[in-house]
């Protein structure tokens, strides 16, 4: 059995000062797309986990990936042990991007585990397991568009969201969250603000409402890595291009079109003036179902 474990995007990310327990309050609408990694589960005599792909040589040594903790999450709370899987994933997103790429990955791999073993576990319970993940699991095992709240584990869907075109840009610079965030706090914190919802959930009203949002991680981002800065201007200069913000604590940027063709012709330049950028040309929120 195989799935998409679509790319996360943080179309804005409202950011609160670190609370007592460790954790910022944040405020976004989360949107997934249509490209991603792809995790494939079957039986085995033990668990197990291959790493293929352009970016699986990162993960390569990684001894405890997110998969595996989940699946061993999976089997206590089946109360059937250590599941026997074998699973591999087609790494195909860049690491540390911004994208919920690790957490994706492993929600993928439960629903999949939850398939192959027969056990019959429904969205709640597996929700409660992908826990073991971080505060992103629950969001990213629904994989749907969705206002996230609290620690981003208060979800809400957002179902009038259409689908956006959108180019992926990927600078090729490591962007750690933990380093992010620790610039943004001596930055001085903003609050965790959610705002009204757009008034028309069509294409121009959504970016026009986008626009007036943002991303409270993005300049700390940029201080760290400049490179990110550089991605959103060449992004900048793309024709037919509505928005361009980072997503999450990035280094991924993404640029919303009037059309996936004017995305993916942006694409086509961007990656004939930069070979070593990431890019991807996809569609944020369609459908809102598992992407």
Not at 137 to 161: F, K, Q
Not at 187 to 207: F, H, M, N, S, T
Not at 245 to 269: I, K, P, Q, Y
Request: contains cysteine; glycine residues 14%; proline residues 7%.
């Amino acid at each position: 059995m195989s799935a998409l474990a679509p790319a996360k995007v943080n179309l804005f990310l409202h950011v609160g000062p670190l609370a007592a327990d460790g954790y910022h309050p944040l405020s976004s609408l989360v949107a997934f797309a249509d490209v991603g990694d792809v995790v494939t589960v079957s039986r085995g005599d033990r668990l197990s986990l291959a790493v293929t792909g352009p970016f699986g040589a990162a993960l390569a040594r990684e001894g405890d990936n997110l998969i595996l903790r989940a699946l061993r999450a999976l089997g206590d709370a089946a109360g059937i042990g250590e599941p026997r899987l074998a699973v591999t994933l087609d790494k195909r997103l860049p690491i540390a991007a911004g994208l919920g790429g690790g957490s994706s990955d492993a929600a993928a791999a439960l629903r999949l585990a939850d398939r192959a073993l027969s056990l019959g576990m429904d969205e709640a319970a597996l929700a409660e397991v992908s826990r073991v993940i971080g505060a992103d699991g629950p969001m990213c095992l629904r994989a749907r568009t969705a206002w996230a709240e609290g620690i981003g584990d208060v979800l809400t869907d957002a179902p009038e969201m259409p689908g956006l075109p959108v180019l992926l840009v990927n600078p090729g610079v490591p962007s750690p969250t933990g380093a992010v965030y620790r610039a943004y706090d001596a930055g001085g914190a903003g609050q965790a603000d959610r705002p009204p919802d757009p008034a028309i959930w069509k294409l121009p009203e959504v970016v026009s409402w986008l626009a007036r949002q943002r991303n409270d991680l993005q300049a700390p981002a940029i201080g760290l890595q400049p490179e990110i800065g550089r991605a959103l201007d060449a992004l900048g200069e793309s024709e037919g291009l509505m928005l361009a913000r980072m997503s999450g604590s990035g280094a991924t940027v993404f640029g919303v079109f009037g059309s996936l063709d004017e995305a993916r012709d942006a694409g086509t330049r961007l990656r004939s003036q930069y070979p070593g950028w990431w890019l991807s040309s996809c569609i944020l929120g369609a459908g809102n179902g598992n992407a």
